[in-house]
């Protein structure tokens, strides 16, 4: 791993703007309400929720999904293989999809109670990971949506912090 500095990243927020700081602030907050909803009433998915928010804050605030494309890209440089990364992309992702896909059919199943009295962390666990994925994808016509504006409001923003709210709100709901 000789190529290690070639990588040209910093733990620097990716957008340093009150925006950035105010979803990361948003994911931290919502992963404290999460985990004091485990630590009341023990329901595992409530601490899976407090440490993917808390990973999604960290990710948000260090940049760390450029951190992973830039070792990928440096990794399939040097290993002959950059011009084909795309389809390498595809399989992560679709890997990704298909693991997740099995992971909430699986929890889906065996919990199927929890999601019918948590409705609304349902819907926005959905939105996040929906959003997260669009934003994997980073194709155009995705790209030009989530920069398009809606009553002034980037629609990127709209969407990452609807699902951060619909997330917090299930919690403090949960914690009544």
Same mark, same amino acid.
Request: proline content about 2%; overall charge positive.
């Given at each position: 791993?000789?190529?290690?500095?070639?990588?040209?990243?910093?733990?620097?927020?990716?957008?340093?703007?009150?925006?950035?700081?105010?979803?990361? @602030?948003?994911?931290?907050?919502?992963?404290?309400? @999460?985990?004091?909803?485990?630590?009341?009433?023990?329901?595992?998915?409530?601490?899976?929720? !407090? @440490?993917?928010?808390?990973?999604?804050?960290?990710?948000?605030?260090?940049? *760390? &999904? =450029?951190?992973?494309?830039?070792?990928?890209?440096?990794?399939? #440089? #040097? &290993?002959?293989?950059?011009?084909?990364? +795309?389809?390498? &992309?595809?399989? /992560?992702?679709?890997?990704?999809?298909?693991?997740? !896909?099995?992971?909430?059919?699986?929890?889906?199943?065996? #919990?199927?109670?929890?999601?019918? +009295?948590?409705? *609304?962390? =349902?819907?926005?666990?959905?939105?996040?990971?929906?959003? /997260?994925?669009? +934003? !994997? /994808?980073?194709?155009?016509?995705?790209?030009?949506?989530? $920069?398009?504006?809606?009553?002034?409001?980037?629609?990127?923003?709209?969407?990452?912090? $609807?699902?951060?709210?619909?997330?917090?709100?299930?919690?403090? +709901? @949960?914690?009544?």
């Amino acid at each position: 791993m000789d190529y290690v500095s070639e990588i040209d990243w910093r733990p620097v927020i990716g957008d340093p703007s009150f925006m950035g700081w105010f979803t990361v @602030a948003a994911y931290a907050m919502v992963a404290i309400l @999460a985990a004091f909803v485990w630590l009341r009433k023990r329901e595992s998915i409530w601490l899976v929720v !407090a @440490a993917g928010m808390a990973a999604l804050s960290a990710n948000k605030a260090f940049d *760390l &999904q =450029s951190l992973f494309t830039a070792i990928g890209g440096a990794v399939a #440089h #040097h &290993q002959g293989w950059y011009e084909q990364r +795309r389809e390498f &992309q595809k399989w /992560i992702l679709l890997g990704f999809l298909s693991g997740f !896909a099995v992971i909430v059919s699986w929890f889906a199943l065996r #919990h199927d109670t929890f999601w019918v +009295r948590h409705k *609304l962390l =349902s819907v926005g666990v959905i939105f996040l990971v929906t959003f /997260i994925v669009v +934003r !994997a /994808i980073s194709f155009g016509p995705f790209d030009v949506f989530l $920069g398009s504006r809606l009553l002034g409001v980037k629609m990127n923003w709209f969407l990452e912090l $609807g699902g951060i709210c619909l997330v917090g709100f299930s919690a403090i +709901r @949960a914690r009544r």
